[in-house]
């Protein structure tokens, strides 16, 4: 499995678009980037999956660039719901045992 | 659609005693994963069943931990006897057979005294 390198924490406020930046240098050629979102007391949430250039969804979006050892997630206008730690993950499409690494505590101020 | 279900939320054992997580997929998801939280570290993958047989059981720390799913249904976790670094947070997940995304639980938080 890849491993992943994300920031620990990011502080941001209300209305603002944040970045958070996962690096995978070992990243395979089969591998695909899931990120997820975790509140306090809950598990795991699916935001996003890519494999390359950019993916949108309701949620978020997912950078890519073309040598595939970093990804970027994007948040539009977080709110203060928006606090949580986001995870980076690498793997197969279909894979079947996530390491989830520190993830990044995002904190969103009003 | 009910998503995955953990019982109990909570369960606060003494060390040498016996626990049984039950986890609940998602109607129809055949695969089913546990993970794990101890105090401090990162969530770390325990096994994966496809239906009712074990797929990858590299991740269960010692023979304390039994993992069952008979029928394919739902799954148990039992630890037999328990140990005060078993204390954190038991994660189950589960996937449809043909790909997507892993679908958590909300977790049971396992404290030993």
């Known amino acids: 499995l890849a491993k992943t390198t994300q920031p620990i924490s990011m502080d941001s406020y209300e209305g603002q678009e944040v970045n958070i930046t996962c690096s995978h240098n070992n990243i395979a050629t089969n591998d695909y980037i899931t990120w997820y979102q975790q509140f306090p007391s809950q598990g795991p949430r699916f935001i996003i999956q890519g494999y390359k250039t950019k993916v949108t969804n309701e949620v978020a979006s997912l950078f890519i660039p073309a040598d595939r050892k970093s990804s970027t997630l994007s948040l539009p206008r977080v709110s203060l719901s928006d606090t949580a730690v986001y995870y980076c993950l690498v793997g197969e499409y279909n894979f079947n045992k996530f390491y989830f690494g520190s993830g990044t505590k995002l904190n969103v101020k009003p | 659609e009910a998503g995955v279900t953990q019982f109990p939320s909570h369960s606060v054992i003494e060390k040498g005693q016996t626990v049984t997580l039950r986890c609940d997929p998602i109607s129809g998801h055949d695969n089913l994963y546990w993970y794990r939280r101890v105090m401090g570290k990162e969530i770390k993958f325990l096994l994966h069943f496809v239906k009712e047989s074990k797929q990858d059981e590299s991740g269960m720390p010692n023979n304390r931990f039994l993992a069952e799913r008979t029928g394919g249904t739902y799954s148990t976790l039992k630890v037999q006897p328990a140990e005060l670094e078993d204390s954190g947070v038991y994660f189950c997940?589960?996937?449809?057979?043909?790909?997507?995304?892993?679908?958590f639980g909300p977790g049971t938080r396992l404290t030993v005294l």
């Open positions: 997940a589960s996937r449809e057979p043909n790909g997507g995304e892993q679908f």
